[in-house]
């Protein structure tokens, strides 16, 4: 008796909500023409990326306000790290996505040469066109067919410190490499060591480099290294790594030496500047820094936790290094008229607008005001990001085969670990990458 | 039985005979069809996927182009992989003979406590432990700072209890400024300093909240003039917080350095004089005969905290590692090898207490002579088990020591999927895997056998 009321009680209340749904889905048409056609309701567009946790819930905002924009429903996927892998059995098991936001330039190229991808419509391109730096275009597309939006930027040029600690050395953010490391020895005088570098993590090591190398050698050879058109045993890349050499060869600039270092994870070099027992003063990584400084040690950004661009080296240009989430559209999606109408959406700024107020984002839409964003910090990171225009450059190992660029304990990771353990030979380790590098690129 | 039912029903004998071997094709069918399932999902999940693996070892990483032994040739070629079979080959030679010896030895001991069964229980426990739980809890213990990892700080805490730590660790000499760095840590005026004379000695490198209890601003010792006999100085940071300061000189808000162990140094290499530091970081060394001496920081003032046992380091990582298998298994090797003992005659055992043996010769001579064949049971067992180790290596290993760590299986994996992607070298490192377990197999196939009979 009990059970049976309450079913009736349940199927009351869908009724009702079946009702009012409908009402509003009738109202709807008049009203949506102030807001949006709702063009596309009924449909349900499935999209798939690396983002979970707060990101995917940030996107999540974004792909409301698209759905309330065109009516169209949308699904998210989380993939984990293996975008490939997963999108890869997911074609072949004829349930793919409609949208893939591919995290690597690398992996885009590949889903592009096996014809995974549709080209973006006239409309996107046009927003690309008006809204982005060309050299974002040029990371979105493929043989000259442009099939990847980036949405979603990343900066990895920026040097985050605390303020307590460069203030009681008497310091002021450095703006050339030399300056950097001549700071470095004054907060180390200071009692605290100059910089907390996660060497566990081998692509912090490579970050390093690629922000030496960008600056010393400048974007042409940066571009042909990251195409390995250029050997790494070239004079450049000695010269880079002498540089980076400097740095990790000093045992009063390295938190707890180059052992420490080597012992340290990334997590574990943010909270060692921005924990609660600091043991350096600062700590070089990307916009993200920021997030776990504030996330998980409660700093406040801006004030606890302050960033400068990292510094130009020799006589170059401050590097920006980048990295991003491209959103592609597949040929075998269900929905891909739907998809790519979501990525006409997303080259908006109005789409950029709606995370940049969640915040943790960065977008390279020339177009989003800056007043959008919901810091200063992030601010004066999109700033800088958007105003280095064409000399941005993605991160040179996100662009190289995995098995060199991105694998724990092999290629180049490895092989920066142990020049961090002993940087005497900056050629021997250049030799040692050219070997690393050709096995991977030939395969 | 059919024996009997053809006596009773058939007279004829031919046809008993074609009917009998009839239905014993119809058993042999009968059982066929009953092993078929098995046999199926055999050749699915075993023949099928060692054969195709055969195969696909003769071909490139993309699966096309046909290379013969390509592949295993470039597998001794890498270094990586070299290292991998160094290490399985350690891990095979030591893992499964500590964990039966281990296995064997608590097995008899626990026989003889009260309560064997909740100690048994509890050797048994980490059997339940997934490998990836026990990896990351292995990680976490062997981390190299103390403050983490539980293993180095017992080894600190034990190690300090004994030697006592530096006042200043991190404290360095000025560079330039008149100390020079001796080979032992220690600091050493660089000129002549007679009595009569004072000198200041310049540190950096100290945390304002590293500075012990009652630092005093250093300024005003270092104003005072020292007498005819004697040679006076402060020890001071040479740093002003907030910057500013002059290097060399001691400025007025800059700290002295307390407990600071000083000494005098003839020219010969004697020491003539020793004091420590006041709280504001002067000394005074009275009562020198005239003559020249240098100051010295002995480098005890500087010793570096113990920093403990690099545990995942290159060279001990393996042997971290098996130690955290060791947990994992030897409740295993003892359960077993105790169901072997309490299988054992008793006879045996009492007619030797009888002769007169005592007990380290019935272990030796009756004990295990007789538990020789579980003994090698768990002994090959193990070592196939050893043999594919994966989990362990890939968690516990940090990055940076990630190669030198490797076995066969992880490395089997790395090349294939953990980035590699070439799964033709990949194939081939399980070939090479599988040829080494198979002996191991054959030992315990043919035990099998024996002991059915």
């Given amino acids: 008796m009990m059970m049976r009321r309450r079913t009736t009680l349940l199927s009351g209340c869908t009724a009702l909500a079946l009702a009012l749904g409908a009402t509003a889905c009738g109202g709807g048409g008049p009203v949506s023409a102030g807001g949006g056609d709702k063009a596309l309701s009924g449909q349900t567009v499935t999209v798939a990326g690396v983002w979970s946790g707060s990101e995917q819930k940030n996107f999540q905002k974004v792909l409301d306000a698209f759905t309330e924009k065109t009516g169209a429903k949308t699904q998210f996927t989380s993939t984990g790290d293996d975008v490939s892998t997963v999108v890869g059995s997911k074609i072949e098991g004829g349930n793919a996505p409609d949208v893939v936001m591919v995290p690597q330039v690398g992996v885009l190229q590949q889903f592009a040469k096996k014809g995974w991808l549709t080209p973006l419509s006239n409309t996107t391109e046009k927003s690309v066109d008006a809204g982005y730096a060309p050299v974002w275009k040029k990371y979105g597309s493929v043989d000259g067919t442009l099939y990847g939006l980036y949405f979603k930027a990343a900066h990895k040029s920026t040097v985050w410190y605390s303020p307590d600690a460069l203030d009681q050395a008497g310091v002021k953010p450095p703006t050339t490499y030399d300056a950097m490391l001549k700071a470095g020895h004054v907060v180390s005088d200071s009692g605290l060591a100059a910089f907390s570098i996660a060497g566990q993590d081998g692509w912090t090591l490579t970050d390093w480099f690629e922000n030496i190398y960008l600056s010393q050698a400048g974007p042409e050879k940066y571009d042909a290294l990251a195409a390995h058109k250029l050997k790494w045993t070239d004079a450049s890349v000695v010269k880079a790594l002498g540089t980076l050499g400097k740095l990790f060869k000093d045992k009063q600039l390295i938190a707890g030496g180059q052992k420490g270092a080597l012992n340290t994870d990334f997590p574990g070099s943010v909270e060692k500047v921005f924990g609660p027992k600091p043991g350096a003063g600062m700590v070089y990584e990307g916009d993200f820094v920021a997030g776990v400084a504030h996330d998980q040690f409660g700093k406040t950004v801006g004030t606890d936790a302050n960033f400068f661009p990292f510094p130009a080296v020799g006589g170059g240009k401050a590097p920006v290094v980048s990295g991003g989430d491209a959103a592609v559209v597949l040929k075998d999606g269900k929905n891909a008229k739907a998809g790519m109408k979501l990525l006409e959406y997303l080259a908006t700024p109005e789409a950029a607008a709606v995370w940049a107020k969640a915040g943790g984002f960065l977008s390279p839409n020339k177009k989003l005001g800056l007043g959008e964003y919901g810091d200063d910090i992030t601010r004066a990171t999109a700033k800088s990001l958007v105003s280095a225009g064409d000399s941005v450059r993605f991160d040179m190992s996100d662009q190289a085969p995995a098995a060199f660029g991105g694998t724990k304990g092999a290629g180049e990771w490895k092989l920066l670990q142990d020049f961090l353990r002993d940087p005497s030979d900056p050629k021997g380790t250049a030799a040692q990458l050219e070997a690393a590098a050709a096995k991977a690129y030939k395969g | ?453």
């Fill in chain 2, 1 to 453: 039985m059919t024996a009997t039912l053809v006596k009773e029903t058939s007279p004829p004998v031919l046809g008993a005979v074609e009917r009998a071997r009839r239905s014993r094709r119809r058993a042999r069918f009968i059982a066929l069809l009953f092993v078929f399932p098995a046999l199926l999902l055999l050749g699915a999940l075993v023949v099928y996927p060692v054969l195709f693996s055969i195969g696909r070892s003769f071909f490139d990483a993309s699966g096309t182009r046909f290379v013969g032994g390509e592949n295993y040739t470039e597998m001794f070629r890498d270094p990586a992989t070299l290292k991998a079979v160094r290490n399985t080959a350690i891990w095979v030679v030591v893992a499964p003979a500590l964990l039966t010896g281990l296995g064997l030895i608590l097995a008899v001991l626990v026989e003889k406590v009260r309560w064997a069964t909740a100690f048994k229980l509890l050797l048994f426990m980490p059997m339940a432990v997934s490998f990836l739980a026990a990896g990351i809890v292995f990680r976490l213990a062997y981390d190299e700072d103390p403050n983490k990892g539980v293993l180095n700080a017992a080894v600190v805490g034990v190690h300090d209890a004994f030697t006592g730590t530096s006042e200043y660790p991190t404290a360095r000499a000025r560079e330039g400024q008149g100390l020079k760095a001796g080979a032992d840590g220690s600091y050493r005026t660089s000129g002549g300093v007679s009595p009569g004379e004072s000198v200041t000695l310049g540190l950096v490198g100290v945390a304002p909240k590293d500075l012990p209890g009652g630092a005093q601003p250093a300024y005003a010792a270092a104003g005072r003039k020292a007498a005819p006999d004697e040679v006076r100085g402060v020890v001071y940071l040479d740093f002003t917080p907030g910057g500013g300061g002059k290097q060399g000189k001691v400025d007025r808000r800059e700290s002295g350095l307390p407990e600071m162990k000083v000494e005098a140094v003839r020219d010969d290499g004697t020491t003539a004089a020793h004091a420590t530091t006041a709280s504001d970081g002067s000394f005074r060394f009275t009562g020198l005969k005239s003559g020249s001496y240098a100051v010295e920081l002995p480098g005890s003032n500087f010793a570096e905290p113990y920093q403990g046992v690099s545990w995942l380091g290159p060279m001990l990582v393996t042997p971290a590692i098996i130690g955290a298998y060791l947990w994992i298994w030897t409740g295993f090797a003892m359960v077993l090898i105790g169901a072997g003992l309490a299988a054992l005659p008793r006879d045996a055992l009492e007619a030797a207490r009888m002769d007169g043996a005592n007990e380290w010769q019935i272990f030796r001579r009756i004990t295990v002579p007789l538990l020789a064949p579980v003994l090698t049971v768990v002994f090959v067992t193990l070592v196939i088990n050893v043999m594919k180790v994966f989990d362990l290596v890939y968690i516990i290993a940090p990055g940076p020591v990630q190669e030198d760590a490797t076995v066969l299986a992880t490395q089997m994996w790395l090349v294939s999927f953990g980035g590699g992607n070439n799964q033709g070298l990949g194939s081939a490192l399980g070939v090479l895997l599988l040829l080494l377990v198979v002996p191991a197999m054959v030992v315990n196939v043919r035990r099998f056998r024996r002991s059915q009979r």
